[in-house]
């Protein structure tokens, strides 16, 4: 794998601004900054707990935030429902156990979106569904449903049912986390294929050799704050912080 | 089964009585004749005990002619009817107060349900409360409390509650108008039926649309103007052709109209009440059944939270809930059979109990009637056998 | 590109914004979120208050709670005296006043075996089922009927909740063994075991229980030698038992369905036969498995046995019934029910409250 080509340019793409969470009394998310620029890849990670899913969440409001700023494609979220779909709409989510409706044939879970919500004619969105599962590889597989198909099967399909919808930027909460080794790479390839084409990506992964050809920065959380930040290379070979290290030699096996 | 082991020679099973097979096949005919003499014993006691009372054996008395009266009829019947038209009429209104209390209690479940999933604190707990009261106290208790303690000690007909002096409601009933349908209304009746033809057709054509161009017609109002504002229109259009018989006081009680007998009454609210307690409950966990990743999935897709519910939530959680229900109302059914102990003239109360007395023939009439609900409960469950395959979730 | 960032000093957490904390964050969140969820709170408050306080005014505040007859419940409030006057016949139905001390002792070692068999604490529970089996029935009979000494006291005179609580016994202590039975017997490899099993358990399942009782009294003496007379009472307990145990089939068998096939086979390779596999390995693990099943089951035949008043028993209900036509009190049935649905209320609930106790501690267990 060689190293992917940085595309990203000076426009934000999504922006946290002294985020704050609380679930009841605990202080989930604490004075979370981070700009994403269009086209870059960031990689998240830290111990479990440290608020990774929390703090993507906030980003296409699936958690609410209580104090700071989310804003998204120049758009600031509010509870406004709306306002919370527009920006929805320009954000892709893949999630750690799939969720894909298994009433629905994987063709179908594709469509469901563009039709409903983008009002596509059927047959176009059909035709675009084909084309991103195609790019998956797994178009053969169309007009199965999602429980008769793989683990990293299913995830493949998650990405085309996301990309679907044509989003700006994607987030991924741990892609990867709830398959079988071999499953592992499926997944990660159509994931590296993603990025080269310039897809603006938030992956939280424990995935490094996936961080370390991929992703523009690293990003090390842990009890809900960001403590480090660094391109790849920096990032793993000179962590700062005891904390990063104590991960990545856990992570890392060292 | 009987024979599993036949390709192993002889020698290596053992002594005959050690042999599974063996012992299963003498076990099953022991069973049988066992079986064959019980049931023969039971055969031969009973033709005893008839033959000593002087009871007649066969389905002839079907024929015979019944002289007693029944408070409810649907279809005609008198002092000449037979035995046979009194099994009809039981089943009838069997079938009346099933019908009746299936739709209130999906109606009132399916309310209560949703509402204890509410995000309001207040409402879920209200609903929860309706749940766990009417669930946890007898049926029968409950249909004894709305007839005898609310309905029967209601005022008499002088003083009958009323709405708008056109429903009444005392001791003796719930009287209601009564619609007379004059002539040319039923061009209103065919007006339905177009409708709802043309509705169909127009969801076919919606369906057509939205792939040829994305965009979907308003259905949510298209449908009930074609199906409801149709037949309204020519309703009014061709003069109301339709008059009500409007209940009035004659003497002591009213006449005209439609009357609900309070035992009719009592029982439908009583099961409609109970069962919908039931419902409640299964469309609360059919809902809930549906894991929360789904709804997240759905909003990350920026579905709004209307065609999550319709698109996402409700497909999967019907396949919980449609069995379910289904059992529930086989339950309604059965337990409207409790009819007989206010007196409300169902099929057991009116075949297996006044035509019972008067026959005597006991062994023909609680046949006939316990086959009924077999035949019912038989025909549900392959029903749903049939819809389980049809909508089982495809898996690996 | 990439910015470079390192945090010295951790950020300590701090307190939510006051919005939500406390009472007041609760209320924000759970009941004035939005101008639809405020709308509906004082709506469904304003309800509740409408409903609740003349419900509360009538059966608490101006209630009637002492006195001994008629003339004393003159105000609008319930007429409790009404109930107290005739609870003696509530519980005890006919049953002669002298001997009532041997229902007592039935009801005090029936809650005993009750406590014994469902505080999971107390030890000894193979003990307590074979008791509750076997022991406690026979001892309870004889207190109740007669015999040893004892006055003989006619089924006839039995009645009010000492009925019901017999008739509920009864039924749960005949239907569980048949049902286990008949649920061993429809997965019997056997095909007539199993098709006799199948047809009885779906006979009884397709028909209401009032046609059973109804069978069980006007069918029943055509089954038996004409001068063999059985008991009206014993008719509808072989009636109730029969009917419960093919739901209790349906239970059990639910259970042994999630015991995986493995235990079975590890039981047959160690060299046991099918009743020591059943009966010390696959059973012992699928009854645990129901426990909810069983009570739950076991609350609809409770709720149930108030069928018995349609053929003529005179069960708690039905003495509840008999009072609301009582030409010196009459009009107050609503007092009388109100008073049965909450003894039913407290037990059903009850029992379905320890049904879900059970469940989250198998649960926990697994
Ligand atoms: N809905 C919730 N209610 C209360 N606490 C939660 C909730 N979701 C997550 N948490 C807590 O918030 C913290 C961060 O969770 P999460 O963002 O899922 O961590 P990560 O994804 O980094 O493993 C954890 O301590 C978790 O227990
Ligand atoms: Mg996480």
Redesign the pocket.
């Known amino acids: 794998m060689g190293s992917v080509q940085t595309t990203s340019s000076d426009i934000p793409m999504i922006e946290l601004q002294r985020l704050n969470k609380w ?2 009394e ?1 202080h ?1 998310l604490r004075d979370i900054d981070l700009t994403v620029r269009k086209g870059e890849r960031i990689v998240i990670c ?10 993507i ?1 906030c980003i296409n409001h699936l958690e609410e935030h209580q104090a700071g700023d989310v804003i998204v494609n120049g758009i600031t979220m509010t509870r406004d429902v709306k306002r919370v779909e527009q920006i929805r709409r320009h954000v892709g989510m893949v999630f750690q156990h799939f969720n894909l409706f298994p009433h629905l044939s994987v063709l179908d879970n594709c469509c469901l979106s563009p039709v409903w919500v983008k009002k596509t004619p059927r047959k176009k969105a059909v035709d675009t569904a084909m084309m991103y599962l195609e790019r998956v590889k797994i178009a053969d597989q169309a007009h199965k449903y999602p429980g008769q198909l793989s683990g990293g099967q299913q995830q493949r399909v998650a990405i085309a049912r996301s990309l679907c919808m044509h989003p700006d930027v994607m987030l991924f ?2 892609p990867t986390s709830a398959l079988d080794p071999e499953m592992i790479k499926e997944v990660l390839d159509v994931m590296i294929e993603l990025a080269e084409e310039g897809m603006t990506m938030l992956c ?1 992964t424990h995935e490094m050799g996936f961080a370390r050809t991929v992703a523009d920065r690293v990003i090390f ?1 842990d009890e ?1 704050q960001i403590i480090e930040e660094n391109d790849p290379e920096t990032f793993f070979n000179h962590p700062r912080s005891p904390r990063t290290r104590a991960f990545l030699g856990q992570i890392l096996g060292h | 089964m009987l024979r599993p082991f036949d390709s192993l020679p002889r020698r290596g099973r053992g002594p005959l009585w050690r042999d599974p097979a063996a012992r299963a096949l003498v076990f099953q005919v022991l069973l049988l004749i066992g079986l064959a003499s019980v049931i023969g014993l039971l055969v031969h006691n009973t033709l005893q005990n008839l033959d000593a009372r002087g009871i007649n054996t066969g389905f002839d008395f079907l024929d015979n002619r019944a002289g007693f009266s029944i408070s409810q009829t649907l279809i005609s019947y008198d002092g000449n009817s037979t035995y046979g038209r009194t099994f009809v009429i039981g089943l009838l209104n069997t079938l009346l107060v099933s019908a009746l209390g299936i739709v209130a209690a999906t109606i009132i479940g399916f309310t209560v349900g949703i509402a204890r999933l509410s995000p309001n604190y207040l409402l879920a707990k209200l609903a929860t409360v309706y749940v766990e009261l009417f669930r946890n106290i007898p049926l029968l208790l409950q249909i004894l409390f709305w007839y005898i303690a609310v309905i029967r000690s209601m005022p008499s007909p002088r003083q009958s509650l009323s709405l708008g002096d056109m429903v009444f409601l005392n001791g003796r009933g719930l009287f209601v108008p009564a619609p007379e349908p004059q002539t040319g209304f039923w061009f209103s009746v065919a007006a339905l039926l177009a409708g709802s033809v043309a509705a169909m057709l127009m969801a076919r054509h919606n369906r057509q649309r939205q792939s040829r161009t994305g965009r979907r017609l308003p259905m949510g109002w298209i449908i009930p103007a074609l199906v409801l504002g149709l037949p309204v229109m020519v309703f009014l259009v061709s003069g109301s052709p339709l008059q009500w018989d409007v209940p009035a006081l004659k003497g002591f009680n009213f006449s005209g109209g439609l009357t609900v007998l309070p035992e009719l009454l009592a029982l439908w609210i009583a099961l409609s009440i109970y069962t919908a307690a039931f419902i409640a409950e299964i469309v609360r966990s059919g809902i809930q059944s549906v894991p929360k990743g789904q709804t997240e999935a759905a909003r990350a897709l920026s579905l709004p939270p209307r065609l999550t519910m319709n698109q996402v939530i409700i497909p999967q959680a019907m396949r919980v809930i449609i069995p379910q229900m289904t059992s529930q109302y086989l339950n309604l059914i059965k337990n409207s059979s409790l009819a007989t102990a206010i007196g409300y003239p169902d099929l057991v109360a009116v075949f297996a109990g006044t035509t019972l007395n008067q026959v005597g023939q006991s062994v023909e009439i609680m046949a006939m009637t316990m086959a009924v609900y077999l035949v019912l409960s038989l025909l549900v469950s392959l029903l749903m056998n049939i819809y389980n395959a049809r909508t089982a979730l495809r898996e690996r | 590109m990439a910015t470079s960032f390192f945090r010295e000093s951790l950020i300590s957490p701090r307190k939510p914004p006051v919005s939500r904390q406390g009472l007041r964050g609760w209320l924000h969140e759970n009941l004035f979120s939005g101008p639809v969820n405020s709308l509906v709170t004082l709506l469904v408050g304003a309800l509740a208050i409408y409903a609740l306080v003349p419900v509360i005014e009538w059966a608490l505040i101006k209630a009637q709670w002492v006195g001994d007859s008629r003339a004393d419940c003159s105000g609008d409030g319930a007429c409790w005296v009404y109930i107290e006057t005739r609870l003696g016949s509530l519980i005890y139905g006919f049953y002669p006043e002298a001997q009532r001390w041997r229902v007592d002792i039935v009801f005090v070692l029936f809650v005993v075996l009750g406590i014994w068999l469902m505080v999971p604490a107390v030890p000894g529970k193979k003990v307590a089922a074979l008791v509750g089996l076997l022991v406690f029935p026979v001892v309870a009979f004889f207190l109740l009927s007669g015999g040893f000494g004892l006055e003989h006291v006619p089924t006839r005179r039995w009645g009010g909740l000492m009925l019901t609580l017999v008739i509920a016994s009864v039924g749960i202590v005949g239907s569980l063994p048949l049902g286990i039975v008949l649920a061993l017997g429809r997965r019997s490899s056997m095909p007539l075991v199993r098709g006799v099993c199948v047809v009885f358990i779906e006979f009884w399942r397709g028909v209401p229980l009032i046609t059973v009782l109804f069978m069980a009294s006007v069918m029943f003496p055509l089954f038996v030698p004409e001068d063999f007379n059985i008991d009206k009472l014993l008719r509808a307990l072989v009636g109730i038992m029969l009917f419960w145990s093919a739901y209790m089939a349906e239970v059990v068998r639910s259970g042994l369905q999630a015991i995986p096939s493995g235990q079975g086979e590890a039981g047959a390779a160690l060299g046991l036969g099918y009743w020591q596999r059943m009966g010390l390995v696959v059973l012992p693990q699928a009854l645990k498995l129901v426990i909810p099943g069983i009570v739950n089951t076991f609350i609809a035949l409770f709720k149930d046995t108030t069928l018995v008043l349609i053929i003529g028993l005179f069960d708690f209900l039905a003495l509840i019934k008999a009072g609301t036509s009582d030409s010196s009190w009459l009009g107050f049935a609503i007092e009388g029910f109100v008073f049965a649905a909450l003894v039913y209320w407290i037990f059903c609930f009850g029992m379905s409250r320890y049904s879900q106790f059970i469940e989250r501690r198998l649960y926990r267990g697994h």
Do not use: L
Request: net charge neutral; hydrophobic share 25%; glycine share 24%.
């Open positions: 679930y009841g605990f989930v830290g111990p479990s707990g440290s608020g990774k899913s929390t703090m969440r909460d741990e939280v959380m809900g």
